[in-house]
């Protein structure tokens, strides 16, 4: 999963500089459960990554096996194209 979401962050880094998540998953959607969500955390934590925890996003969250959906809310993430 995690080489999937590295896949979409780059090609979302390709017109910009700089993507949040909240921004990211307007793009692609999570549809994969928290599981996912744990998958950007991972990602955010390498540099230039960064994750803001004095800024929080809402983002809805699905997960199509299981038929569910819910929003949480979270530490705002920026992906950063490497310089």
């Not at 793009?27 to 803001?52: K, N, S």
């Amino acid at each position: 999963m995690q080489q999937k979401l590295l896949t979409q962050i780059a090609i979302a880094l390709k017109s910009r500089s700089e993507i949040s998540l909240l921004e990211l998953i307007e793009i692609y959607p999570i549809d994969c459960g928290m599981e996912e969500v744990v998958a950007y955390l991972e990602i955010a934590q390498q540099p230039p990554h960064t994750i803001d925890n004095d800024v929080k996003d809402a983002i809805e969250v699905t997960n199509v096996l299981q038929g569910s959906q819910m929003k949480t809310t979270m530490p705002r993430i920026v992906f950063r194209r490497q310089t």
